[in-house]
């Protein structure tokens, strides 16, 4: 097992931002009365019968000034360089949210989010995992803080005070209950129709009561409350924090010494058995490292005389299955390559000085052939692409490609740098993360539309591009000329196979969502679903009219 901090070292003490006592259920701040009620009428306001958009960004900013207010003048958080990169990947995603409006920007503001409320709530933490589960535990357990903080009224008889405990006491036994049905619904078909109704007629009469008010748009402000609560409110987790504490970023030599007369002596025989050991390790890595760099390279070999020079497959050849299979038993061989060599360079071993240099020669060629395998992986990726145009794998293989080849750097720096597998869990989480705000950065569904509609392609799968966004219509309509060049077009059946469809069936299918999506453009919107790519889009389907 990898060791941890220098002996004698101590994990800082974690400091809540948002508390200000250390009692155990503290009361709410002044600031936080007022944040909180604030927060609660602003989440209705934005996300009630909304999409995402401008609101997402409002949202965030909110969310960021909220932070900076409620932290104290001088705090751990206000040094921590992860705070303030969760700062600018929460306000840089809501920005991408106005802007595009994606399923990929809005998991980007969620996880941005976690990450933020993570760091405050403890500060010294660095593994983005770590970082969104502490805020993942803290938002729980947050809006029941915020329940059992509230008072009785002090100008209220025996009637008034025992009505607010018996209120209190029901909150929760309700929200578990909403929980339940939530996830029942989703379950059982049946159950979500049969509680569809019931819930309606209850919604009915609620609304013969509170004309303004309905059931879901209650459930929907007891939604905002327990999230708003979750981020004004930190309830102090440490438990990941104490987790990480045990870990450092090298890797430490181990050194197995006895106790004799009250003095430290190393025991020789257990020395030379644990000696022995390690030259059998030794042994077994660079039979490892050997035998498989012999095999990698004759892989690589027919790649690179395959793949990487003048490959054109021949007719009939199918790409499709080329591609998905030997891209996914490739990734699986680099990810296990990954693992051996963490596996094998998790303890002494890379103190061996009589083989280390082998070994680490061994190895670097291993992670240099194993970055050649990914090349290769890329290249199959490409070849799809290039005569069967762009989807969301192919792009996600693109990105999780980036993933690898820094992967594959941190294990080089594990290598000759005797970092922990920690460091690398570290380096590759931030990452990912990275690569989540990239792919919020981007119009994926516009670029992919123009790609694919050339009249190079012998197939184009008309009906997946009308499940795209209706932002991606101004660009069918500008080039549907080429449906009537393409010798073969496709779409989805409702039981999920392909069906040919003719040019005249493709353009009548894309009238029908044009015509929609004018429609909708021209209805009258609010502005908090507002994003620049619908306004762009709405704007040319009008003038295209």
Same mark, same amino acid.
């Given at each position: 097992?990898?060791?941890?901090?220098?002996?004698?070292?101590?994990? /800082?003490?974690?400091?809540?931002?948002?508390?200000?006592?250390?009692?155990?259920?503290?009361?709410?701040?002044?600031?936080?009365?007022?944040?909180?009620?604030? &927060?609660?009428?602003?989440?209705?306001? %934005?996300?009630?019968?909304?999409?995402?958009?401008?609101?997402?960004?409002?949202?965030?900013?909110?969310?960021?000034?909220? #932070?900076?207010?409620?932290? /104290?003048?001088?705090?751990?958080?206000?040094?921590?360089?992860?705070?303030?990169?969760?700062?600018?990947?929460?306000?840089?995603?809501?920005?991408?949210?106005?802007?595009?409006?994606?399923?990929?920007?809005?998991?980007?503001?969620?996880?941005?989010?976690?990450?933020?409320? +993570?760091?405050?709530?403890?500060?010294?933490?660095?593994?983005?995992?770590?970082?969104?589960? *502490?805020?993942?535990?803290?938002?729980?357990?947050?809006?029941?803080?915020?329940?059992?903080?509230?008072?009785?009224?002090?100008?209220?008889?025996?009637?008034?005070?025992?009505?607010?405990?018996?209120?209190?006491?029901?909150?929760?036994? =309700?929200?578990?209950?909403?929980?339940?049905?939530?996830?029942?619904?989703?379950?059982?078909?049946?159950?979500?129709?049969?509680?569809?109704?019931?819930?309606?007629?209850?919604?009915?009469?609620?609304?013969?009561?509170?004309?303004?008010?309905?059931?879901?748009?209650?459930?929907?402000?007891?939604?905002?409350?327990?999230?708003?609560?979750?981020?004004?409110?930190?309830?102090?987790?440490?438990?990941?924090?104490?987790?990480?504490?045990?870990?450092?970023?090298?890797?430490?030599?181990?050194?197995?010494?006895?106790?004799?007369?009250?003095?430290?002596?190393?025991?020789?025989?257990?020395?030379?058995?644990?000696?022995?050991?390690?030259?059998?390790?030794?042994?077994?890595?660079?039979?490892?490292?050997?035998?498989?760099?012999?095999?990698?390279?004759?892989?690589?070999?027919?790649?690179?005389?395959?793949?990487?020079? +003048?490959?054109?497959?021949?007719?009939?050849?199918?790409?499709?299955?080329?591609?998905?299979? &030997?891209?996914?038993?490739?990734?699986?061989?680099?990810?296990?390559?990954?693992?051996?060599?963490?596996?094998?360079?998790?303890?002494? %071993?890379?103190?061996?000085?009589?083989?280390?240099?082998? =070994?680490?020669?061994?190895?670097?060629?291993? $992670?240099?052939?194993? @970055?050649?395998?990914?090349?290769?992986?890329?290249? !199959?990726?490409?070849?799809?692409?290039?005569?069967?145009?762009?989807?969301?794998?192919?792009?996600?293989?693109?990105?999780?490609?980036?993933?690898?080849?820094?992967?594959?750097?941190?294990?080089? %720096?594990?290598?000759?740098?005797?970092?922990?597998?920690?460091?690398?869990?570290?380096?590759?989480?931030?990452?990912?993360?990275?690569?989540?705000?990239?792919?919020?950065?981007?119009?994926?569904? $516009?670029?992919?539309?123009?790609?694919?509609?050339?009249?190079?392609?012998?197939?184009?799968?008309?009906?997946?591009?009308?499940?795209?966004?209706?932002?991606?219509?101004?660009?069918?309509?500008?080039? !549907?000329?080429?449906?009537? #060049?393409?010798?073969? %077009?496709?779409?989805?059946?409702?039981?999920? *196979?392909?069906?040919?469809?003719?040019?005249?069936?493709?353009?009548?299918?894309?009238?029908?969502?044009?015509?929609?999506?004018?429609?909708?453009? @021209?209805?009258?919107?609010?502005?908090?679903?507002?994003?620049?790519?619908?306004? #762009?889009?709405?704007? #040319?389907?009008?003038?295209?009219?």
């Amino acid at each position: 097992m990898e060791t941890s901090l220098q002996p004698g070292a101590q994990w /800082p003490a974690a400091s809540p931002a948002n508390f200000a006592t250390t009692t155990p259920h503290p009361p709410l701040t002044r600031v936080q009365k007022i944040l909180l009620p604030l &927060g609660m009428v602003l989440f209705d306001w %934005l996300f009630w019968q909304e999409t995402g958009g401008v609101n997402m960004l409002v949202f965030m900013l909110f969310i960021v000034v909220a #932070q900076l207010v409620l932290l /104290p003048r001088v705090a751990a958080v206000r040094r921590s360089g992860y705070f303030w990169l969760a700062v600018v990947g929460t306000v840089f995603s809501g920005a991408m949210m106005a802007v595009y409006g994606s399923g990929a920007a809005a998991l980007a503001c969620w996880a941005s989010v976690l990450l933020l409320l +993570g760091y405050v709530n403890q500060p010294h933490l660095k593994l983005v995992l770590y970082a969104a589960l *502490t805020a993942t535990n803290s938002v729980a357990q947050a809006w029941l803080r915020v329940l059992r903080g509230l008072r009785t009224p002090r100008h209220g008889g025996a009637g008034v005070r025992r009505g607010w405990f018996y209120g209190r006491l029901l909150v929760v036994p =309700l929200v578990i209950l909403g929980a339940f049905h939530l996830l029942f619904a989703v379950a059982n078909s049946e159950y979500d129709r049969i509680s569809g109704r019931a819930l309606a007629v209850l919604g009915n009469w609620l609304a013969r009561l509170i004309p303004d008010i309905s059931l879901a748009h209650l459930l929907f402000v007891a939604v905002g409350f327990v999230l708003v609560a979750g981020v004004l409110v930190a309830v102090p987790v440490y438990v990941f924090a104490d987790h990480e504490s045990r870990f450092g970023e090298f890797i430490r030599r181990q050194r197995d010494r006895v106790a004799s007369f009250g003095v430290r002596r190393p025991d020789f025989r257990l020395q030379t058995r644990r000696a022995l050991d390690l030259r059998k390790e030794f042994y077994a890595a660079a039979a490892v490292f050997g035998l498989v760099n012999l095999l990698l390279l004759v892989v690589n070999a027919i790649d690179i005389r395959w793949l990487w020079f +003048g490959f054109e497959p021949a007719p009939g050849f199918n790409l499709m299955q080329f591609v998905h299979e &030997g891209t996914y038993v490739l990734i699986f061989s680099i990810l296990l390559a990954m693992g051996i060599v963490l596996w094998f360079f998790r303890r002494n %071993l890379n103190f061996y000085q009589p083989g280390l240099p082998w =070994l680490r020669g061994g190895a670097t060629v291993w $992670v240099v052939q194993n @970055a050649v395998l990914a090349v290769s992986v890329g290249l !199959r990726n490409y070849y799809y692409i290039l005569h069967c145009g762009v989807a969301y794998k192919r792009i996600g293989v693109c990105f999780f490609l980036l993933l690898v080849f820094f992967g594959l750097g941190t294990v080089l %720096l594990k290598i000759w740098q005797r970092r922990s597998a920690y460091s690398l869990v570290r380096l590759n989480a931030l990452a990912v993360y990275a690569v989540l705000l990239m792919l919020a950065a981007g119009n994926w569904e $516009v670029w992919m539309a123009k790609y694919n509609l050339q009249p190079r392609f012998r197939s184009i799968d008309i009906g997946f591009l009308l499940t795209m966004p209706d932002r991606v219509l101004p660009t069918l309509q500008a080039r !549907r000329a080429v449906l009537n #060049q393409v010798p073969q %077009l496709t779409a989805d059946t409702e039981y999920g *196979t392909y069906q040919v469809v003719g040019a005249a069936e493709a353009q009548h299918r894309l009238d029908v969502a044009l015509a929609n999506a004018r429609a909708a453009y @021209a209805a009258p919107s609010d502005w908090q679903s507002f994003t620049w790519v619908d306004y #762009q889009a709405g704007h #040319q389907l009008r003038s295209h009219e």
